[in-house]
C-alpha cells in the first residue's frame, strides 16, 4: 500500500515524497487509520521502526491548517529526540501552513520564547523545559487536542513521570492521547489506565540485531587518537559510501571539517543544518557527490539511505538501540557491509550494554601500522582476562587482525 491510500493530504503526501519515503512501513500501516478515526493508541515498537511518521503524519492531517495553538503537545524524554522529532514534523508538514516549535533544556530561553509568542501549532518538548515554561506563564496547554508520549519508557527511567502526568493535568478533555514505548512495565501500565481512553494497541515486531550480512568491528583506542584513527581506516579501507556518526551536532561539524581538510568530499547531517542544507547533503551523497556523510543520530531513522557499504561510529551510542539503527544504514537488501566503531575506555559500559542487547560479542581489532597510543584497552598486562576488553591483547597486539586493501583513489 502506498502513502496516498492511507487518507493523507496532497501537501503531506508532497512531503512524504520530498522525505524519499517510498511506501509506509508497519506500524504507519496500522497506525495511521486508526489516528485519523481520533482513536487513543498504545504503539509497542522501537526507535527507528517508523514511528515518527506514524504518528505525526496523521496528527498533521487533523491540524490541517494554522490556528491558535498548541493543538498538538510531543513529549520526548531528551532534547536531542525532541530535536529530532521537531526536524521531522517540520520536513513531513513542509508544504501546509502548520506551524512547529520545539523546547528543551540545557540551552537558553530566548528563541524558544520567541517561538513560543509567535505560536505553534505543534510543540514538541521535553518535559522539564516544558513545566518551566509554564510556570513562568510563556506557554499554555488549554488548546491541546492531542498529545503524544513519546519513548514513554525511557521517561519512566529517566524519572519524568511525575512530571509527565503533571503536564497532562493541565491538557483539556477530551482529547486523543498516543504512547509509544520499546516496553510497557507496571509504571507504564498505571499511566494507561489514568490518562488514555480504550486505547487501540499496535505492536510491531522488535528487531535487536543487525543484518547477517554486516561485519562489526570494534577499534579500541585513546580519545586523543580517535581523529587519526578515523582518517587512517578511511584511507585504508575500499568503500562506495560511507556514514560517519557523532554523539553531537558539534561533534559532527568537527569531523567534517577535519575530513575535508583531509581531501574527502563530505556531507553533514544534523538537525542545526537547514532544510535547503539537510535535502542538498542527502541528494548529494545519495548520487555519489559526497562519499562521506558525517551524521547525529538524526541519519539513523526514517531516512532513505541506500547502498552505503560503510559505517563508522565515531563516538559509542550511548542506548543499544541507537546502535542496531545506525548499523541498519549499511547491508541492506542482503548486500555486504561493515560497521567499524571506535571505542575508547570511558566508552566500553556502553559497548558492554550494545553486546547484551544485540546477544553477541563485537570481535576487536587493531589497525595495522597504525601508531597507537598507550591507553588501558590496550595493556597488555591485562591479557589474562583481568579486563573485559583487553583479554585478546598479546603483547600489544590484538589477535586477529583485519588486514586492509590499499584504500580507494582520492576524487
Not at 492511507?6 to 503526501?13: H, K
Not at 489516528?35 to 487513543?40: C, E, K
Not at 514538541?124 to 513519546?150: F, I, Y
Not at 583479554?391 to 586493501?405: D, E, L, Q, T
Amino acid at each position: 500500500m502506498s502513502f496516498a491510500k492511507l487518507g493523507l493530504s496532497p501537501a503531506l503526501l508532497k512531503g512524504v515524497a520530498a522525505m524519499g519515503y517510498a511506501q509506509p512501513t508497519p506500524i504507519q500501516l496500522r497506525a495511521i487509520p486508526l489516528i485519523l478515526a481520533g482513536r487513543d493508541l498504545i504503539g509497542s515498537a522501537q526507535t527507528g521502526t517508523g514511528k515518527t511518521a506514524a504518528f505525526g503524519l496523521p496528527l498533521l492531517q487533523l491540524l490541517d491548517r494554522h490556528g491558535p495553538g498548541p493543538r498538538l503537545l510531543v513529549l520526548e524524554p531528551t532534547r536531542e529526540l525532541a530535536a529530532q522529532v521537531e526536524t521531522a514534523l517540520h520536513d513531513y508538514a513542509r508544504f501546509t501552513d502548520l506551524r512547529i516549535g520545539v523546547v528543551y533544556g540545557g540551552v537558553g530561553y530566548g528563541r524558544q520564547l520567541d517561538t513560543l509568542r509567535r505560536g505553534v501549532d505543534v510543540l514538541v518538548a521535553t518535559p522539564g523545559r516544558l513545566l518551566d515554561h509554564m510556570e513562568r506563564g510563556s506557554c499554555r496547554l488549554d488548546r491541546v487536542r492531542h498529545v503524544v508520549l513519546d519513548e514513554a519508557d525511557r521517561m519512566l527511567d529517566m524519572g519524568f513521570l511525575p512530571d509527565v502526568k503533571e503536564i497532562l493535568q493541565q491538557c483539556p478533555q477530551p482529547r486523543q492521547t498516543l504512547l509509544f514505548s520499546a516496553t510497557i512495565p507496571p509504571a507504564i501500565e498505571t499511566l494507561i489506565r489514568w490518562a488514555m481512553r480504550d486505547p487501540e494497541t499496535v505492536q510491531v515486531g522488535v528487531r535487536r540485531s543487525p543484518a547477517d550480512t554486516v561485519r562489526h568491528v570494534l577499534y579500541p583506542v585513546a580519545e586523543s587518537q580517535k581523529e587519526a584513527l578515523l582518517l587512517a581506516l578511511l584511507e585504508r579501507v575500499h568503500y562506495e559510501s560511507v556514514i560517519v556518526f557523532c554523539r553531537t551536532k558539534q561533534g559532527a561539524d568537527r569531523v567534517a571539517h577535519l575530513l575535508r581538510q583531509h581531501n574527502h568530499a563530505v556531507a553533514v547531517l544534523h538537525s542545526n543544518r537547514t532544510q535547503a542544507e539537510r535535502e542538498q547533503a542527502l541528494r548529494g551523497f545519495r548520487d555519489g557527490r559526497y562519499e562521506v556523510l558525517v551524521a547525529t543520530d538524526i541519519a539513523s531513522r526514517g531516512l532513505d539511505i541506500a547502498d552505503v557499504s560503510h559505517v563508522i561510529n565515531f563516538d559509542v551510542p550511548l542506548h543499544p538501540e541507537d546502535y542496531v539503527h545506525r548499523i541498519g544504514r549499511t547491508g541492506r537488501a542482503e548486500a555486504r557491509g561493515e560497521a567499524f566503531t571506535l571505542m575508547t575506555a570511558q566508552e566500553a559500559r556502553y559497548i558492554r550494554a550494545i553486546e547484551h542487547f544485540i546477544a553477541r560479542r563485537i570481535p576487536q581489532e587493531q589497525l595495522e601500522g597504525f601508531s597507537y597510543r598507550y591507553t588501558t584497552l590496550l595493556d597488555p598486562s591485562q591479557a589474562n582476562g583481568q579486563s573485559r576488553y583487553t583479554g585478546g591483547v598479546r603483547g600489544g597486539r590484538i589477535r586477529g587482525g583485519y588486514h586492509f586493501s590499499p584504500g580507494r583513489r582520492r576524487r
